[in-house]
């Protein structure tokens, strides 16, 4: 009995362009010659597309990475444009609370504004304590409405703040580089010993991101990005409240809050 015929196949060679038979359908050669110049060409030719193949892909690469990068610095930027617009919007307000206390001071002591102990209401002024407290205490230097330790806190940033401004105006690198790192240490030590003001302020900052890249659309409350800063708050208080943790690093502080 005689055997199956195999079929040959034409193609055309991609080197020299001479037609030449395959014996398989499934066969992918692309030249005439499996020995010869033609085959040798060819897996140069291959080599060189392969070659520009990774660079192509490399340049990509670092094309998207630039714009990554460029977008977060962008993100940054606008962060720290509107955290100073409410920061200046808190100190006109301190501004203006300080002026009003010091006129009730000075309206009390030229007696135009008496405390009147024979009002009808003056078994009512036990209501009143936590606003007279307010303007008995008031110092020009602090914030009725913050906490003192928060109260510290910005009082030693804006001390670093001024020293590196100080230190960069007179050209002492050093002395501008120690100033940026106690400033970095007291934040991380604060946001050591107040994890839900260290999430708080992280929530903020990606929620903003994600409003600017949908539109002014709200994230979800129960997004992944967020819950995660919420229960990791939430393990670092317990961890703070039995004297067992809240230790972390600055580096990884800094990492996370950008």
């Not at 040959?8 to 001479?18: D, F, M, T």
């Not at 030229?110 to 036990?126: A, F, G, Q, T």
């Not at 007279?132 to 030693?156: F, N, S, Y």
């Amino acid at each position: 009995m005689a055997g199956k015929k195999t079929v040959s196949r034409e193609r055309r060679c991609v080197i020299c362009g001479r037609v030449f038979e395959v014996k398989s359908a499934r066969e992918k050669r692309e030249y005439c010659d499996r020995k010869g110049p033609c085959y040798w060409k060819w897996n140069e030719m291959r080599r060189k597309l392969r070659q520009e193949g990774r660079v192509t892909e490399a340049s990509a690469a670092q094309a998207r990475t630039a714009d990554m990068l460029a977008h977060a610095e962008a993100k940054l930027l606008i962060v720290e444009q509107e955290f100073a617009k409410v920061d200046e919007a808190r100190r006109r307000e301190h501004e203006m609370f300080g002026r009003f206390v010091d006129q009730v001071h000075l309206m009390l002591d030229k007696e135009i504004m008496v405390l009147n102990p024979s009002s009808p209401h003056w078994d009512e002024r036990e209501d009143y304590s936590w606003a007279m407290g307010v303007i008995a205490d008031w110092r020009p230097d602090g914030d009725p409405t913050m906490p003192a330790d928060k109260a510290e806190l910005r009082r030693r940033l804006a001390q670093a703040d001024e020293e590196y401004n100080r230190a960069i105006a007179e050209g002492d690198v050093d002395g501008a580089g120690a100033a940026e790192r106690r400033k970095w240490r007291d934040m991380d030590e604060w946001w050591r010993t107040h994890p839900e003001e260290w999430a708080r302020y992280n929530i903020a900052i990606i929620s903003e991101a994600w409003r600017e890249d949908h539109d002014g659309e709200e994230m979800p409350y129960d997004a992944v990005e967020l819950e995660w800063y919420r229960k990791e708050a939430r393990r670092r208080r317990d961890e703070l409240d039995a004297g067992t943790g809240g230790n972390i690093s600055g580096a990884d502080e800094r990492h996370m809050r950008q």
